[in-house]
């Protein structure tokens, strides 16, 4: 396709339960980033990747949260031992390159933890 | 750190009224300034941007100038549409402390809702 594929669109799932979010970014763009979005709120920075690499995990908010690009293109989002407030939208979004502030989102992956 | 503060939602206008919607921010350096819009059942998507002092963004008859005095950049449109109903968010990019990749820092955004 051409703009940024996330699955599931929808997931549910019960407090300690380990959930993955998947990320397919535009073809040829080589950053991408995750943003958690709230009810109400605006995007909230998580995870950012150059490449394969992560070059800013700063936004994390604890160690249940893991990201992987392994080969510099599809990201997955880890997330462990779920609880009831990491109920968001997970929101990916791509760029040709980190130095534009241009992101292309997708509709983002909605979470709720029961 | 930076951040972005714009004005409280929702925000009901008529069709063909005028539209502001403010925007502040806090930052270290030079940022890059921006409007994204997340319409009904989308994604965001840029809107508009600027990248430094005074450059006016402009885009489907939206603009916002570039306020380095009062570190602003207001979203104006002088004739809304009903199509226009979405939720806008102001947001800011900066690069890192190594010169490299610019984060981008959202706002809370605002929720336009214009009626016929």
């Known amino acids: 396709g051409a703009g940024v594929s996330q699955t599931p669109s929808n997931k549910v799932t019960e407090k300690g339960k380990y959930v993955e979010l998947r990320c397919d970014p535009i073809?040829?763009?080589?950053?991408l980033y995750w943003y958690r979005q709230s009810l109400g709120q605006g995007p909230e920075f998580l995870i950012y990747?150059?490449?394969?690499?992560?070059?800013?995990d700063s936004g994390l908010p604890n160690d249940r949260f893991f990201a992987v690009r392994p080969e510099g293109s599809v990201s997955t989002l880890k997330i462990q031992r779920t609880e009831r407030g990491d109920s968001a939208v997970y929101l990916c979004?791509?760029?040709?390159?980190?130095?534009?502030?241009?992101?292309?989102f997708g509709e983002g992956s909605r979470l709720t933890v029961l | 750190g930076n951040s972005v503060t714009q004005m409280e939602g929702p925000v009901t206008l008529s069709e063909e009224a005028f539209l502001t919607i403010n925007c502040t921010y806090t930052?270290?350096?030079?940022?890059?300034l921006f409007w994204y819009v997340q319409y009904p059942g989308e994604g965001l998507q840029l809107l508009l941007k600027?990248?430094?002092?005074?450059d006016k963004g402009s885009n489907k008859g939206f603009e916002a100038t570039y306020r380095k005095e009062t570190t602003s950049f207001h979203l104006e449109k002088g004739s809304v549409q009903v199509s226009d109903s979405a939720v806008y968010f102001c947001?800011?990019?900066?690069?890192?402390?190594?010169?490299?990749?610019?984060?981008?820092?959202f706002g809370t955004g605002t929720k336009l809702q214009v009626i016929p």
């Open positions: 073809s040829g763009h080589t950053a």
């Open positions: 930052a270290t350096g030079y940022p890059s």
């Open positions: 947001a800011l990019s900066d690069q890192d402390s190594t010169g490299g990749y610019q984060k981008v820092t």
């Open positions: 600027a990248t430094k002092a005074d």
């Open positions: 990747f150059q490449g394969t690499g992560a070059a800013d």
């Open positions: 979004a791509s760029s040709l390159a980190g130095y534009t502030g241009e992101l292309f």
